[in-house]
C-alpha cells in the first residue's frame, strides 16, 4: 500500500523563525515525485515545491527547502524566516505510476502551521 | 489562463436532492480528479479519469457518478444526497507523468463547499 504520513497535526513558528514540517511515505516504486502543497485560510490548494525521486539534490524554492532521504522515505519541508502569509494548512503528497497510463497522486493529512507574530 | 475552475463554489442541498459538481481545465490535461476533503482526514479520492470518455473509482466512489465526456470538463454528480457528503470537494488535473518533465503536479480548482440537511 501506497502511503503519506504527517505526524505532526499542527505547529507553530515565531515570525522569522525557521520551521521543519515532517513526512514520510511508503512505495514499491523506484521512480516517483514528491510535493507539498499549501492550504491557506482561501483554501486554494497551492504548490510549493517538488522534488523528483531520481534526483538525489534537495529542492529549493526561496525561503522553502526540502531535506529528501530516499532510503528512509522521508521528505521534510523547512521554512525559513517565517511570515505571517506562510500560515495554512500543508499537505506533503507523491505521485507514482510515472511514464504508464496509471499516475496515482497519494496525499498526508496535513500539518497546520501557525506563523506567530 | 483560467487553470482549473469549479461550480458552483457554495451550494446547500437537503436530503435525497441530486445535483451536479462541473469541472473545468484549459491547459489540455489528460488526467482529472475529484477529492473531497473532511476535517482531519486530508484528500480523498472520489474518481478519477486518465482521458475523454475513461473514468474509474478512487478511494471512496460510494454515493458518486463521473463523467468526461469531453477532455476539459470532469462531472461529479450526486444522486441522492447524504449528510454524510458534507465536505468541500475539489477537482484536480494534470498531464501524464513523464520522467523528467518538470509540470508534473496537480493543478486544482477552488473547491466546492456543499452541506447537506
Known amino acids: 500500500a501506497q502511503t503519506v504520513t504527517q505526524s505532526q497535526p499542527e505547529m507553530s513558528v515565531q515570525e522569522a523563525e525557521t520551521v521543519t514540517l515532517s513526512c514520510t511515505y511508503d512505495?514499491?516504486?523506484?521512480?516517483?515525485?514528491l510535493f507539498w502543497y499549501k492550504q491557506p485560510p482561501s483554501r486554494q490548494m497551492i504548490l510549493v515545491i517538488r522534488?523528483?525521486?531520481?534526483?538525489?539534490q534537495n529542492a529549493t524554492e526561496n525561503r522553502f527547502s526540502v531535506n529528501f532521504q530516499k532510503a528512509a522515505k522521508s521528505f521534510s519541508l523547512k521554512i525559513s524566516d517565517s511570515q505571517l502569509g506562510d500560515t495554512a494548512m500543508y499537505f506533503c503528497a507523491f505521485m507514482t505510476g510515472i511514464s504508464n497510463t496509471g499516475n496515482q497522486f497519494y496525499f498526508g493529512t496535513g500539518t497546520s502551521l501557525t506563523v506567530i507574530p | 489562463n483560467a487553470g482549473v475552475t469549479q461550480t458552483p463554489k457554495f451550494r446547500v442541498l437537503k436530503t435525497g436532492q441530486s445535483m451536479t459538481l462541473l469541472c473545468a481545465q484549459d491547459m489540455n490535461h489528460e488526467y482529472m480528479y475529484w477529492y473531497r476533503q473532511d476535517p482531519g482526514m486530508g484528500l480523498r479520492l472520489i474518481h478519477y479519469?486518465?482521458?475523454?470518455?475513461?473514468?474509474a473509482k478512487g478511494e471512496v466512489p460510494d454515493g458518486y457518478n463521473v463523467s468526461r465526456l469531453k477532455k476539459q470538463n470532469f462531472l461529479l454528480g450526486l444522486e441522492s444526497a447524504a449528510p454524510s457528503q458534507t465536505s468541500v470537494y475539489f477537482c484536480?488535473?494534470?498531464?501524464?507523468?513523464?520522467?523528467?518533465?518538470?509540470?508534473?503536479?496537480?493543478?486544482f480548482g477552488p473547491g466546492t463547499r456543499l452541506t447537506v440537511l
Open positions: 484536480a488535473s494534470s498531464y501524464l507523468a513523464l520522467l523528467g518533465r518538470v509540470d508534473n503536479e496537480q493543478f
Open positions: 479519469s486518465v482521458g475523454e470518455g475513461t473514468t
Open positions: 522534488q523528483e525521486a531520481y534526483k538525489q
Open positions: 512505495t514499491s516504486e523506484n521512480n516517483y515525485y
